[in-house]
């Protein structure tokens, strides 16, 4: 069975990311004609927060596999660039932004996490102001854990979600008038 789930995962794992979402396990459920409760079993298995996300590392925690028992995970190791740049760090989720703007983004979290690594109504309040004080007024950051639903509207070319660690980042700006 373990073996079985250590395949399962490395085939849905297309991107060889290390991490997996609800939509890949919904395209593995489709593509293998698998049950609807596919996706509920390897969430409550899994992803018991219902992050909606399912990384490498929970997945082998989950399992009790270590590195010496997990000759898949050599085998990646082999493959994956070990340079820290070339990490996945953040997972990107939707953007609607210049990919120049998006970089400073990542930079000025990564300050503000270093500066209030545990808070993260610090973090928000930081992180607004500084993207104030850069790009001009009305920016909003949210901070999530776990599955979320957002509907808003924003600046065209100013909206950005991603993954960074266990927080999820919602940031937008409002048009002025």
């Known amino acids: 069975m373990c073996e079985e789930l250590k395949d399962a995962y490395f085939t849905i794992d297309k ?35 219902n992050t909606g996300v399912i990384t490498l590392q929970r997945f082998s925690e989950v399992l009790g596999l270590s590195k010496e028992e997990d000759p898949e995970e050599d ?20 953007e609607d932004m210049e990919p120049d703007k998006q970089k400073v983004i990542f930079d000025l979290v990564r300050q503000v996490e270093e500066t209030n690594e545990v808070n993260d109504g610090d973090i928000v309040r930081s992180l607004k ?10 920016w909003h950051v949210l901070i999530v854990r776990g599955q979320y639903h957002a509907f808003y509207s924003y600046e065209g070319g100013n909206s950005f979600c991603f993954k960074k660690g266990p927080r999820i980042y919602i940031i937008f700006k409002t048009p002025t008038y």
């Open 129 to 138: 102001a500084k993207l104030d004080e850069k790009y001009g007024r009305l």
């Open 15 to 49: 991107k060889h990311s290390d991490v997996i979402t609800i939509e890949d396990l919904e395209n593995y459920r489709r593509e293998n004609n698998l049950n609807e409760d596919f996706i509920q079993r390897w969430q409550k298995l899994f992803d018991p927060e």
């Open 75 to 94: 085998e990646k190791a082999e493959r994956t660039p070990t340079a820290p740049e070339e990490q996945p760090e953040i997972l990107q989720i939707a």
